[in-house]
């Protein structure tokens, strides 16, 4: 599959973030980086906790990371595991919050090696739940 360079740029941060993962129960490291309409990336790794509901995926931390930096709309994904995992629900519900196009919203699924499968997020949650913000 051949990546733009911006697309590069987002697989990259994902694999990097996943160097960075903290999973000492499951061994399972994920990486994430989410890109921003205005071209910025925010990277994440997957925090594992021994009370398990307290952990956190890498796509939210991402995600978080992103709105915590003022950023509201995201446009791409990718998301780097050790044999080409998809993001979980959760994930997938969080990610579209902040996608106004989910059928051009790309998510890459890598490992760290290579590239497996880009997806839409249209093609990952179909029937995603949306409200109206207030005021909006």
Same mark, same amino acid.
């Given at each position: 599959?051949?990546?733009? /360079?911006?697309?590069?740029?987002?697989?990259?941060? $994902?694999?990097? $973030?996943?160097?960075?993962?903290?999973? /000492?129960?499951? #061994?399972?490291? @994920?990486?994430? $980086?989410?890109?921003?309409?205005?071209?910025?990336?925010? !990277? *994440? &790794?997957?925090? +594992?906790?021994?009370?398990? #509901?307290?952990?956190? &995926? $890498? +796509?939210?931390?991402?995600?978080?990371?992103? @709105? !915590?930096?003022?950023?509201?709309?995201?446009?791409?994904? !990718?998301?780097?595991?050790?044999? *080409?995992?998809? /993001? &979980? *629900?959760? &994930?997938?519900? @969080?990610? %579209? +919050?902040?996608?106004?196009?989910? +059928?051009?919203?790309?998510?890459? @699924?890598?490992?760290?090696?290579?590239? =497996?499968?880009?997806?839409?997020?249209?093609? %990952? =949650?179909?029937?995603?739940?949306?409200?109206? /913000?207030? *005021? #909006?």
């Amino acid at each position: 599959m051949n990546l733009s /360079p911006t697309e590069q740029a987002l697989v990259q941060a $994902a694999r990097a $973030a996943r160097a960075n993962a903290y999973a /000492p129960y499951s #061994g399972y490291a @994920v990486g994430a $980086a989410v890109q921003t309409d205005d071209g910025r990336v925010f !990277a *994440g &790794c997957n925090v +594992e906790n021994a009370s398990y #509901g307290l952990s956190l &995926c $890498a +796509e939210r931390v991402a995600v978080f990371s992103a @709105v !915590a930096s003022g950023a509201r709309r995201l446009v791409a994904a !990718a998301v780097c595991t050790p044999d *080409g995992g998809t /993001p &979980c *629900g959760a &994930c997938r519900q @969080v990610l %579209l +919050e902040f996608a106004d196009a989910p +059928e051009s919203f790309a998510v890459w @699924v890598v490992s760290p090696d290579r590239v =497996i499968a880009r997806y839409t997020l249209a093609d %990952l =949650i179909p029937h995603g739940f949306r409200l109206a /913000p207030e *005021g #909006g």
